[in-house]
Structures are given as structure tokens and as C-alpha cells.
């Protein structure tokens, strides 16, 4: 059974980096793309950035900058630097895969992490 499972989160003052994880387990085939999201208190879930197998990045407009993802792709997992946060980030932050195994299904989400930004 394939499982995403973050860790990273939790308190972090305005400006300081933070810096979250993201591991795939189970019997996995491939990992395809890889990704962040996050929902922030109101909003919907919105995409942090995006990553692919061979290690293209890309950002929505808004993110540009303030965020790195990278990825082990031996280790089947995915990282996101969060570079001088704001208390405007703080949020419940995903990460998604494109994951073949042994079963149809292909995208997998992770159970999420708080990540709460203090002034």
C-alpha cells in the first residue's frame, strides 16, 4: 500500500527557513511527478510548486522565490524550503505524487503537516 507521510511542520518565526519532508513508502514501481500544496485558513488548496522525475521545477507566479522544492529520488522523496516565511503561510501543507505500484490507483496525498508562522 502506497503511503505519503510529510514531516517538517510546526512553529516557526516570520523569516526564519523552515524545511519539509516527504517520503513515498511501499511497493512502488515509479515515482512521476511530485508536488506541494497548501490550504490556508478560508482559501482552497493551492499548489506550492512542482516537481518531475528528472527534476524540473516550476512555481505559480505567486510562490516564485519564496519557496524550493527538490527532491531524492532514490530515497523517493520530496522537500520544500521555505525561504523567509510569512505569517501569511501558515497552513496545512500536502504533498502529492504521481506513484505507480501495484494497484490502478496513481495519485497518492500525504495526511498533511501544520505549519503555523509567527510575527
Known amino acids: 500500500q502506497v503511503q505519503l507521510v510529510e514531516s517538517g511542520g510546526g512553529l516557526v518565526q516570520a523569516g526564519e527557513s523552515m524545511r519539509l519532508s516527504c517520503v513515498v513508502t511501499g511497493t512502488i514501481l515509479r515515482v512521476n511527478d511530485m508536488g506541494w500544496y497548501r490550504q490556508v485558513p478560508g482559501n482552497q488548496r493551492e499548489l506550492v510548486a512542482g516537481?518531475?522525475?528528472?527534476?524540473?521545477?516550476h512555481y505559480p507566479e505567486s510562490m516564485k522565490g519564496r519557496f524550493t522544492i527538490s527532491r531524492d529520488n532514490a530515497k523517493n522523496m520530496v522537500f520544500l524550503q521555505m525561504n523567509s516565511p510569512k505569517p501569511e503561510d501558515t497552513g496545512v501543507y500536502y504533498c502529492?505524487?504521481?506513484?505507480?505500484?501495484?494497484?490502478?490507483?496513481?495519485?497518492?496525498w500525504g495526511q498533511g503537516t501544520q505549519v503555523t508562522v509567527s510575527s
Open positions: 516537481i518531475t522525475n528528472n527534476g524540473y521545477t
Open positions: 502529492n505524487a504521481d506513484v505507480i505500484a501495484t494497484t490502478p490507483q496513481r495519485l497518492y
